[in-house]
């Protein structure tokens, strides 16, 4: 099933508000990203920074089943979710 943009920014939003809860992930994600809490807390409602948000936990799969356990979601929601965000729709290599 396809997320609508909204749907997407929604769920991604989710997914940030665990990763801001989560003590030791969040400077990681900081890290990679170079972003600050600042930009965290500005860029919320940016869509292109909420793909990377969750770019970022799809970076390991132990991350993506530690969130959908939280969040009481099916593990693909997160690549679900992504697919409606920019850029994150399938590379087809044909």
């Not at 939003?13 to 400077?27: K, S, Y």
């Not at 132990?62 to 009481?72: H, K, R, T």
């Amino acid at each position: 099933m396809a997320f609508s943009r909204d749907q997407a920014e929604t769920f991604a939003l989710t997914a940030l508000g665990w990763l801001a809860g989560h003590d030791e992930l969040l400077p990681v994600f900081l890290g990679a990203t170079g972003a600050s809490l600042s930009d965290v807390k500005t860029r919320a409602g940016d869509a292109d920074f909420l793909g990377s948000v969750l770019d970022f936990v799809m970076m390991d799969d132990a991350w993506v089943i530690e969130m959908c356990d939280a969040l009481a979601v099916p593990y693909e929601t997160v690549q679900t979710a992504r697919a409606g965000l920019p850029g994150g729709q399938q590379v087809h290599w044909t």
